[in-house]
């Protein structure tokens, strides 16, 4: 078998895409169950203010704790995303492995 590079450049976009694709998802998912979580949080925190139950400087208290977690819940992300990224890096460089291993 000779090396054809058509080949290994097809299969490692195939694997790229593959892998990425599939992170990709994983984020959207928990970026919808955060966004889902907060807005339910902060509808909490209106009504809470409105109705009176809670003052101004509560709600702004709470408003910054919110941030708070809404930053730890990027990180995350950007933690999977990293996590992804590498999934991709380690299946392209086993395939490459793979490909030139059956050339010997």
């Given amino acids: ?34 966004i ?21 400087e509560e709600l702004e208290s709470e408003l910054a704790d919110e941030e708070k977690v809404i930053e730890a819940h990027l990180l995350s992300m950007q933690v999977m995303a990293k996590a992804s990224i590498q999934q991709a890096a380690n299946a392209s460089i086993q395939f490459i492995t793979d490909y030139l291993l059956k050339l010997l």
């Fill in 1 to 34: 078998m000779d090396l054809n590079f058509e080949d290994l450049i097809e299969g490692l976009s195939s694997i790229l895409k593959n892998e990425l694709e599939e992170g990709k998802e994983d984020v959207k998912t928990y970026a919808r169950y955060i």
């Fill in 36 to 56: 889902e979580k907060r807005k339910q949080r902060l509808e909490q925190l209106a009504e809470l203010y409105t109705r009176g139950f809670i003052t101004k």
